[in-house]
């Protein structure tokens, strides 16, 4: 499998590379075989997602999420210029074989063509009341699961629930730059809502001084649990 140089970030064109990329995708989106989606960026390898690829956009790919080729697990939604593999997972009838008694869930997520963060953000938050945020490219693999409150210009912002059910009392701001990968529609996020707390009443305006005001750093957020896989 050929490693290739990944996107520049914010860049919505491929090189003749990752057009190979885009390619594959496209494929095992149109015959829905399953594929594993190899991931990673410069030296830093990131975690590979298995699955049915049910949308491509410019620059996302959503992946119905095939856990261990034995059950489905909600959507993974990751960064084309994170790709650096597609491998075809078809077998020996395995997977058909599973499929054919257990059952595959309706798709029901799609992507717009040109779908940015925001929106991706935003038709989860439309799918699912928890999303899985992730930020591949800080130490420890950070990630952490919450509601969306607001999708601002540049910025998002989350009430977040940690690995307890506990929510935080008030939602935080990011920045959607900083985004590698979302997940909605998970039997982990569903068990959080399920049983986790009810979740708090917010206080703190959301008025346009304020978020544009509203700055969150690293350093404030490891402050709270930041959940880690």
Aim: no cysteine; net charge neutral; aromatic share 10%.
């Amino acid at each position: 499998m050929r490693i290739l140089p990944p996107l520049s970030e914010g860049r919505g064109d491929v090189s003749e590379g990752h057009q190979m990329i885009v390619d594959q995708l496209r494929e095992a989106a149109r015959y829905q075989y399953p594929v594993r989606i190899d991931r990673g960026r410069g030296a830093w390898g990131l975690e590979s997602v298995y699955g049915f690829v049910v949308s491509v956009s410019r620059r996302w790919v959503a992946v119905q999420s095939f856990v261990d080729s034995v059950h489905f697990d909600g959507y993974e939604v990751v960064r084309i210029g994170d790709v650096i593999g597609v491998a075809d997972k078809r077998t020996n009838g395995y997977v058909e074989r599973v499929i054919g008694v257990l059952g595959r869930p309706e798709v029901d997520f799609s992507l717009p063509a040109d779908a940015t963060t925001r929106e991706v953000l935003g038709s989860a938050t439309e799918h699912s009341s928890l999303v899985r945020i992730h930020f591949e490219m800080e130490l420890d693999d950070p990630m952490f699961v919450g509601s969306i409150v607001q999708l601002g210009a540049r910025k998002y912002e989350i009430q977040r629930i940690d690995t307890s059910g506990v929510w935080e009392s008030e939602p935080t701001r990011w920045w959607y730059g900083e985004v590698t990968r979302i997940g909605f529609g998970d039997r982990y996020s569903a068990t959080l809502q399920r049983f986790g707390d009810k979740r708090p009443t917010q206080t703190r305006s959301t008025d346009e001084e304020g978020w544009r005001a509203g700055v969150v750093t690293r350093s404030t957020a490891r402050n709270w649990k930041i959940l880690s896989i």
